[in-house]
């Protein structure tokens, strides 16, 4: 099928290893961070979310932190599987309003 | 339950020609969101809508794009006419609104359009 993104930033792991993939967001001022998993010709899906109150969260094999003094925010993704290629983005919350501001998105490759 | 429900998955038309994308979302969520997501890119705000009045479409290009949800349920976006640089897969997302106003959003599958 048709690549969500063929010109985005691209993380190669293999396959068992722990990925990281970061986010860098723009306003100080936004108070809750969303984390989507997009596969190719698939809609963007829920993966984790935190808020500004919160330094990291855990789901299932996945993390995400929240460094507000940089404005940066990353996904852990522990024991890499294959399934977990697709394009991941974050997504920040315009403070008092229920508008998401989406991130440029990476595109994780795991290798076999 | 039920995700958010688009049609049609893919639509091609020519430069010029008008074009209607149809969403359902979750039952019960107020809150709906188009998107427009160019190749290589994240998904863009076109609107949003609560319940059955628009909250922002700052971004919408109203001389050619409309967008209406009359009972407050499902929604339809038009095109007319399309322009090149519309080719795009135009997502439908819903959230539910609660007292607590963080609420994650859930994503359609996309209409896939191509403008030749």
């Known amino acids: 099928g048709e690549s969500v993104g063929l010109h985005l930033p691209t993380l190669s792991v293999q396959e068992g290893d722990n990925s990281i993939i970061n986010c860098a967001y723009s306003n100080s001022a936004s108070d809750y961070f969303i984390w989507y998993k997009q596969e190719s010709g698939k809609g963007p899906q829920f993966i984790i979310d935190i808020r500004s109150n919160m330094d990291k969260r855990q789901g299932q094999r996945v993390t995400v932190l929240l460094n507000k003094t940089v404005k940066h925010l990353s996904l852990q993704i522990a024991a890499t599987q294959p399934g977990d290629s697709a394009v991941y983005f974050c997504?920040?919350?315009?403070?008092?309003?229920?508008?998401?501001?989406f991130g440029t998105g990476t595109r994780l490759k795991v290798l076999a | 339950e039920a995700g958010v429900a688009q049609s049609p998955r893919y639509k091609i038309i020519e430069k010029r020609q008008s074009v209607a994308f149809w969403c359902n979302p979750i039952s019960g969520h107020a809150t709906l969101y188009w998107y427009q997501q160019i190749l290589g890119q994240g998904p863009k705000l076109l609107i949003q809508?609560?319940?059955?009045?628009?909250?922002?479409d700052s971004q919408l290009p109203k001389d050619r794009f409309s967008a209406e949800r009359l009972k407050g349920v499902d929604s339809t976006l038009k095109i007319q006419p399309a322009k090149l640089e519309d080719s795009a897969v135009y997502l439908c997302?819903?959230?539910?609104?609660?007292?607590?106003?963080?609420?994650?959003?859930?994503f359609g599958d996309g209409t896939r359009l191509s403008i030749l």
């Open positions: 809508f609560q319940n059955n009045g628009v909250v922002d």
């Open positions: 997504a920040e919350k315009d403070p008092g309003t229920y508008k998401y501001i």
């Open positions: 997302a819903s959230s539910s609104l609660t007292g607590h106003s963080n609420q994650p959003q859930h």
